[in-house]
């Protein structure tokens, strides 16, 4: 997990510069969303005037939906054309939408062809999402492609140790229940 971490702090120090486009992938539970959203707040706060937006792709979907039954899609494209940092969460979703996947492909290459960053999340390697067109598969792989893996137990320890601490009021879990806690739940960091 560390060269992920590497690579969303590469891509805020230097948006659309490096690892153009960032494809995150995982397990539920292990940090995509969050790594996505720091690498926000990153940019913003080296360049707080850059334009940064933030989309769980189901959302992306139902926008455009909305904004071609109202005849914005205009307003649509430019919405998402004309940011600096772009990040869509679960893009697994797009899967089977072809349409959707014509409107994000077109939006992606606008993006990247402006040199504007594109960060993405998803469930699976792109190449593993079924229904998600070759075009987008290609695109995605263009970048950088990583995964995020489930912390050794050692890890979840050491998450379990300092969350206690955080939450304060003195609140400490022997030893032998944190290696129980850590060892038994396995499925969200």
Known sequence: NRFTNAACLAVAERPGTVYNP??????????????LHAVGHAVKRSRANASVQYVPAERFTNEMI?????????????????????LIDDVQFLAGKAGTQEEFFYTFNALRDAHKQVVVTADKAPKDIAGLEDRLISRFNQGLVADLQQPDLETRIAILRSRCEQEGAGLRLQDDVLLLLADRIRGNV
């Open 66 to 86: 909305f904004a071609i039954q109202h005849g914005q899609t205009l307003a649509f494209r430019n919405k998402y054309r004309n940011v600096d940092v772009l």
């Open 22 to 35: 960032l494809f995150i992938f995982g397990g539920s539970g292990l940090g995509k969303t969050h790594l």
